[in-house]
């Protein structure tokens, strides 16, 4: 089975803090992914890699950076935690040849205080 | 762009009624079709896919058949358990993509 693994399933950081969410997965896939999920607004795509050390903006880049320096981690940085970035983030990988099944971490649910 | 526009929820059925949410799409070409399912305190996992026109997914009694000339994916069962509840979630992927386009999800409470 695939596994993609999400390094925290729940953190709390404060105001202004440089924030690290990490993801692995196990399965060799060339396609890893940020999205975050807020009620009401489904899940919305943050930033994506289709390589390492590559990387596209996805709708809501702002206050957000990525990093893929090897195949299977791909990792979400916020810069200066805000407020407004409290919300459940999931990653996901896939195959880049694949008709686009993605597979999902269980999600970090981040609060900034 | 591409977008998906799914039914607002929640949904609320009695053990054993019959499920249609509906989900409606807009792409140029021909965009994969998905259905996610997120169980509660899970990641989202996938339920069902069609690639082209006329497909029909199924998997666990659930079923969505691509329809290019409504431009929709509506998911249906004709029986639902209270294990069904949780939040379902429509997804295109276009052919020139990457990253799948969810809709907004659909919370689905099945009582017994």
């Known amino acids: 089975d695939v596994k993609v693994t999400q390094s925290s399933r729940y953190l709390v950081k404060r105001t202004g803090e440089k924030v690290f969410l990490e993801c692995v997965q196990d399965?060799?896939?060339?396609?890893m992914f940020w999205y975050r999920q807020d009620p009401g607004l489904g899940l919305r795509l943050i930033y994506f890699s289709y390589d390492v050390k590559m990387k596209e903006k996805g709708d809501i880049p702002e206050g957000y950076s990525v990093s893929r320096e090897k195949k299977e981690r791909f990792s979400l940085i916020l810069e200066s935690a805000s407020t407004n970035q409290t919300s459940m983030y999931l990653c996901?990988?896939?195959?880049?040849?694949?008709?686009?099944?993605?597979?999902f971490g269980q999600g970090t649910r981040l609060t900034v205080v | 762009g591409d977008s998906v526009t799914q039914m607002e929820g929640p949904v609320t059925l009695s053990e054993e009624a019959c499920l249609t949410i509906?989900?409606?799409?807009?792409?140029?070409?021909?965009?994969?079709l998905f259905w996610y399912v997120q169980y509660p305190g899970e990641g989202l996992q996938l339920l069902l896919k069609a690639t082209k026109a006329d497909d029909k997914g199924s998997n666990k009694g659930f079923e969505a058949t691509y329809r290019k000339e409504t431009t929709s994916f509506h998911l249906e069962k004709g029986s639902v358990q209270v294990s069904d509840s949780a939040v379902y979630f429509c997804?295109?992927?276009?052919?020139?993509?990457?990253?799948?386009?969810f809709g907004k999800g659909t919370s689905l409470l099945v009582t017994p």
């Open positions: 997804a295109l992927r276009s052919n020139s993509g990457y990253a799948l386009n």
């Open positions: 996901a990988s896939s195959l880049w040849m694949d008709i686009g099944e993605a597979f």
């Open positions: 509906n989900c409606t799409y807009t792409a140029t070409g021909y965009p994969s």
């Open positions: 399965m060799d896939h060339e396609n």
